[in-house]
């Protein structure tokens, strides 16, 4: 009930003390500088709790990351072939010493990444391109919040769906072609993949499409291009950065996708290039080490920042090389 007072006396108390506050500083001058000064000054502050929080993040990955290199050498970890951390939990424990290479696991990352980009780049630009140049607003109005709508799915939603219904209809086609299939397969999980993020390609490529002014268009008729055409070389090409920025949202998600990989790839670190064969990724990884009793400090443990850490560089990376494309071609066509 007190809860519910302060909620109704913050709706209503509110809204009025900003009328009241509105009308005593429309006439003064001073005074309304004062109240700029301090509106300025707390959204400076709230700007900066951004940035400390990030930098905060990346610290407490780095120093957790320092600790466990301290334990592993980072040339095992980069560039060792096996991933196997079972490592004692206690001094006086018989067990194994562990095997921290993480190749099999950026490995089975972009190999799903890779095979969510097949199927969701093409179709996703392509049913853009459809939507913003080729539909009557009648279509577009009806199959735009449509195709939105992939995107509220609960990813473990998509994940029954691989592991029911794609991952076991691959395998009976593989077998009747006389292919070896996995019962999880990366397959089965990138191709679920990339339906999931096919909205974001989709949706964001079209609003950068329809952003490109119509006097470019009327240029290009105007020049005796067909639409075809004029699609291909000047609409396309002026709307390059955005839709690059859409890709790159849509690699960043399906790297960061967990539930589909540990319901229809499994959990097995593959060193394969094979989409017939059970994977697994870094985020999968990251969540199994963090679960059970395992001790803090332990390499076990540790080695989650370490994933955490390189993954971080590698998006980075990749997005530095976005914004290159990005301002390459935004000097070409502004």
Same mark, same amino acid.
């Given at each position: ?52 929080? =990030?930098?905060?993040?990346?610290? %407490?990955?780095?120093?957790? %990351? ?22 004692? +939990? ?11 290479? /993480?190749?099999?696991?950026?490995? $089975?990352?972009?190999? +799903? =990444? ?6 969701? &780049? ?12 080729? /539909? ?14 992939? /995107? ?20 009976? =086609? ?30 964001? %490529? ?21 639409? %075809? ?15 690059? $920025? ?11 996708? =967990?539930?589909?990989?540990?319901? /229809?790839?499994? #959990? ?22 963090? &679960? $059970? ?8 443990? #540790? ?6 850490? &390189? ?14 494309? &990005? ?8």
């Amino acid at each position: 009930m007190n809860i519910l007072l302060l909620l109704f006396a913050g709706f209503i108390l509110g809204p009025a003390f900003l009328i009241l506050a509105l009308n005593f500083t429309r006439h003064n001058r001073v005074l309304r500088k004062r109240v700029e000064l301090l509106i300025t000054t707390f959204l400076i502050s709230c700007a900066c709790i951004a940035i400390f929080t =990030t930098v905060g993040i990346v610290l %407490s990955v780095l120093f957790e %990351s320092i600790r466990f290199f301290q334990a592993v050498p980072i040339t095992d970890f980069l560039f060792g072939l096996e991933w196997s951390p079972q490592t004692a +939990i206690r001094s006086d424990q018989v067990g194994s010493s562990g095997a921290f290479g /993480a190749v099999p696991l950026f490995a $089975g990352t972009f190999l +799903i =990444t890779i095979i969510a980009m097949i199927i969701a &780049v093409p179709l996703g630009l392509m049913s853009a391109i459809y939507l913003s140049e080729y /539909a009557t607003p009648m279509v577009r109005a009806f199959a735009k919040p449509l195709l939105e709508i992939l /995107a509220g799915i609960p990813t473990v939603v998509y994940g029954f769906f691989a592991a029911l219904t794609v991952a076991p209809m691959i395998r009976r =086609t593989a077998d009747s072609l006389g292919f070896d299939v996995s019962s999880e397969s990366a397959l089965a999980a990138g191709v679920v993949m990339g339906i999931m993020i096919l909205p974001f390609v989709s949706s964001l %490529s079209d609003d950068v499409i329809n952003s490109v002014p119509q006097a470019m268009r009327d240029g290009s008729y105007g020049l005796g291009a067909t639409r %075809s055409e004029t699609i291909r070389k000047v609409i396309l090409p002026a709307a390059l950065p955005g839709i690059v $920025g859409s890709f790159l949202l849509a690699v960043s998600r399906a790297i960061g996708e =967990t539930m589909i990989v540990v319901m /229809a790839a499994g #959990l097995a670190a593959n060193l394969t290039a094979n989409p017939f064969e059970s994977v697994t990724t870094v985020t999968v990884q990251i969540v199994t080490l963090l &679960v $059970g009793d395992q001790e803090f400090d332990s390499p076990k443990t #540790l080695a989650a920042f370490a994933l955490g850490l &390189v993954l971080f560089v590698i998006t980075l990376i990749l997005n530095v090389i976005a914004l290159r494309v &990005v301002r390459k071609y935004k000097e070409q066509y502004e």
